[in-house]
């Protein structure tokens, strides 16, 4: 059933973003930005948790529930640490996520071959 | 085929507007994805890691997938009819750095892989962390923490 639900949100949140690409001129950097920027907006208004709570994986793994886990590292951190948690609870929790990117991004950009122009 | 036939021709095409077809297709492979990071997570869980390592290594996997899927050229192919469903799950973002970093490496490792890795995923975090400030900055003052 969860996996149901992880389906179901999960293509129902890249629709929203099709319909963008269909509908509107905005380039997907753009369109990927605007999530990011709408999943820790929706996390402050206590919106974006209950997707999460519904959808699993069908609403972290799209690039909202990256502003999600800024959103709620920031939370967090305000409640544990007070003002300093303001600068360091959003890229703490997205920490993981960015280094695997760097170091995952820089191996296979070595191991890729890139195309003759 | 001159200019009037052209018209036709372009609005004849455009006429079979291919908006539900895109998300359909954005639907079916957004959705799968995230089945996959759902099929992961329950992995990780099923293993005995606790929740915070879940959190912190699903997506991880999926950056992992979606560099893999990229350098073997198959992210690009299933990118052309999924759109969305390819763009907006993290494995995307894996795609949006592996992606300009290998066809920039002729520049250098510096200002080619180390510069190009960012040029979509520097937005997003500078976006996301700019967000992030701004909201840790209303919960400290208005959400009555601390």
């Known amino acids: 059933m969860e996996f149901v639900r992880a389906f179901i949100t999960g293509g129902i949140i890249c629709v929203l973003a099709q319909l963008l690409i269909d509908y509107t001129r905005l380039t997907p950097a753009r369109i990927v930005v605007l999530f990011v920027s709408l999943g820790v907006l929706l996390t402050a208004l206590g919106v974006y948790p209950k997707i999460v709570d519904f959808g699993g994986a069908g609403a972290t793994v799209p690039i909202s529930g990256f502003g999600y886990s800024l959103a709620r590292g920031v939370q967090q951190a305000v409640k544990e640490k007070g003002f300093t948690g303001v600068f360091t609870g959003g890229i703490t929790a997205a920490s993981g996520g960015i280094s695997a990117a760097i170091v995952i991004g820089y191996i296979f950009a070595l191991l890729g071959k890139s195309k003759e122009k | ?146």
């Open chain 2, 1 to 146: 085929m001159d200019k009037n036939e052209y018209k036709k021709y372009a609005k004849k095409t455009a006429a079979k507007s291919p908006v539900l077809k895109d998300c359909v297709i954005a639907f079916l492979v957004g959705g799968g994805i995230c089945c996959i990071g759902q099929a992961f997570s329950s992995l990780y869980s099923y293993v005995g890691l606790g929740d915070d390592t879940v959190t912190t290594f699903v997506p991880i996997t999926m950056i992992f997938l979606g560099g893999l899927f990229t350098v073997l050229g198959l992210y690009e192919k299933l990118a052309k009819y999924a759109g969305a469903g390819t763009i907006i799950p993290i494995t995307g973002f894996a795609n949006s750095i592996v992606s300009p970093a290998i066809e920039y490496k002729t520049e250098g490792l510096i200002l080619g892989v180390g510069a190009k890795m960012f040029v979509i995923a520097g937005p997003v975090i500078v976006y996301g962390t700019l967000a992030s400030v701004i909201y840790g900055l209303i919960y400290y003052f208005f959400g009555g923490a601390v």
